[in-house]
């Protein structure tokens, strides 16, 4: 129940909690009201990762050979590693959820600080993935270079794992398209991990003063709807990009 | 009917939370050892289907739709299956055209 203190200043009417807006009848609709439009955004962003999706596959099923040799290229052990610290965020978060419903002011913080730490986690792998890209002159552009697709021995811990064929020079271009989308692909999720971190970071302030364990939780619920969001996102980027050109 | 009753709305425990976290690193294992198996043309539905269930999972349960209003329920599943329109048309249009000269 809404603690009394969130009344004050609606002695005019019925008594209802400060953050129940007047075109609402209830607390509930309020909340059944957002939680509707939190799913509408998430199904534009679906759309929008679908079309990246899409692309990857159309372009995989073209150029399957460079795709494949592109893939190779990836960590394994750092895409995992990456899949499990969003999946522990994801819980956390799902945790934090579960405070602010059951008014736990201590948990709560707890849980939304673990989500940042492994939220901040995520990108740090992320960048030590980059970094490696950049310095093998993987990154689109300029300075792409194809040597790893010409010569694969030329890369020995790759080679050791995969003996990839050389690719013919036409083919051995169309590595720099799996980047691209590589890097697009990526490189949105993590914008969306950024903007989701920024967000925490104020929810935890938020939560420390004790906003969210008086009853009015909609604000933590529909964050973390968008938190699992990409979390499932990554769980589709780890799949695609890294495992299904293995063995 | 104004609001004493709203918390009849379910809240969704540690309990469950945990019996997920597990299900998904357990098919995030599964799904990795599986990418090092050769199963030609099964590797990537594997991958897939083993992502779209976790992915379940995570809507139905650290999303709570499984505890939400048929309007969102509702909601979700036509906004899902008009991607799988759109994903399944057009690449159904790129596979069956032979346009060859790639």
Known sequence: MPDSSANIGHSAHDEHPAYLRHHFSSAEQQADAAGFAMWLFLLTEVMFFGGLFTAYLVYRNWYYPAFVSGSHQLNVVWGATNTVVLIFSSFTMAMGVWCAQTGRRRGLVLSLALTFILGLSFLGIKTIEYREKIEKHHVPGFHYSMQSFLDPQSNPEVYAEYHDKPLAPDMARHTELYFSLYFLMTGMHALHMVIGIGILGFMILRAWAGAYTAGHETFVVNFGLYWHFIDIVWIYLFALLYLISRH | ?102
């Open chain 2, 1 to 102: 009917m104004s609001g004493h009753n709203e918390h009849a709305r379910h809240i969704v425990g540690p309990g469950v939370y945990l019996v997920i976290l597990f299900a998904l690193l357990l098919g995030t294992a599964l799904t990795v050892w599986a990418s090092y198996v050769d199963l030609g043309l099964w590797n990537p539905v594997i991958a897939l289907a083993i992502a779209t269930t976790k992915a379940v999972l995570v809507v139905l349960f650290f999303m709570h739709v499984w505890y939400s209003t048929k309007l969102t329920k509702l909601t979700i599943i036509a906004g899902i299956f008009m991607f799988l329109v759109l994903i399944s048309m057009t690449l159904a249009d790129y596979i069956s055209r032979a346009w060859g000269s790639w």
